[in-house]
């Protein structure tokens, strides 16, 4: 593989760059780049920014109205907007259930859903982990019973990330109580509005409410928001997976946040001297470096040689981009030392940054630990991404 960029793709990365100096609005970029609370309209904000042009979607195929990006220009892209502050953008529509509705809706459902995606219009979240079936997904026990026209939900889900913001949640659902655990699941798109629907949050550790229950009580969903056929629904959920766990590798953001890293190293001083000189701290951050140029060399050939959906490498990927990210934030803990353990969640937002101890980089840094402690659970657990590796590659 060919890891230098062509003139073309030197071009457009300069054209993204200058789009976000010239359009990603200041407030959003200053709160990613130190660590701060988002709130959704700073998503949905840049969001629309980025629809305006067609560059939320870029990398969707230009029949569903994306301009049919490269691997490489998505990759260029994605590096190129982590770098300049934007937040990551919401993977839940764009890049995990818009596959599946490209790849097995329905030809409405292509129509209606993939536009309001590519527009903006809905903010989506994913119903898959029940308390009890999270790394044994297919035990779900979420239950949809066909009754003429509609199907009626029964059951809960569980840390459901910004379910509170969701218009729309894609959702597996037991058809077929019969039948071989994961041939009786069926994939179904359901609006949050609907009655019957409620949404209570789950407080983490950081004090944030990122992640929520989501319980179902006689909801009725329309036959045709049944994606596919009727009891098919673990193979799309599997194809979806691929794609998200690809995702989580984050290589655009973990280089802005090893960047970040070296910035406070150098700033931070221990023994008279910046701890970036310091032999052993400035060993840790060249071994975390090393391991992310590898990922992201290997991102790269997962992408450019993929010609169907993710298969087992999405593991691969999964697992180290997580481990990197965790790094990245322990050895941003370890640099700031005791300024580290002064968290609260009110330091976090713009107007109270001044009020922390200690340097204003450092107060929002125990809480930005905390959060990332969930990245090598979701997505399916990294304990279970080494079964996969062990069974589909290595043939254990």
Known sequence: MDLTYTAQELAFRDEVREFCKARLPDDIRRKVLDHRHLE???WMRWQDILAECGWLVGHWPKQFGGLGWTPTEQHIFDEETAAAGAPRLMPFGLNMVAPVIMAFGSPWQKDHYLARIRENKDWWCQGYSEPGSGSDLASLK??????GDHYVVNGQKTWTTLAQYADMIFCLVRTNTEARKQEGISFLLIDMRTPGVE???????DEGHEVNEVWFDNVKVPIENLVGEENKGW???KYLLGH?????AGVGAAKREL???KEIAAKERRNGRPLAQDPVFAGKIAQVELELMALEMTVMRVLSARTKAPGPEASILKIKGTEIQQTISELMMEAVGPYALAFDPHWTRL???KEAPGPEYAAPLAGHYFNLRKTTIYGGSNEIQRNIIAQM????
Do not use: F, N
Request: net charge positive; proline share 3%.
């Open 40 to 42: 959704k309209g700073d």
């Open 142 to 147: 979420t239950k949809a019973v066909r009754q």
């Open 199 to 205: 949404v209570r949050p789950i407080i983490m550790l």
């Open 235 to 237: 193979t799309y959920a």
């Open 244 to 248: 998200e766990r690809t995702g989580i």
């Open 259 to 261: 960047h970040t890293l």
């Open 351 to 353: 107007e109270h940054m």
């Open 393 to 396: 590659v290595l043939g254990l």
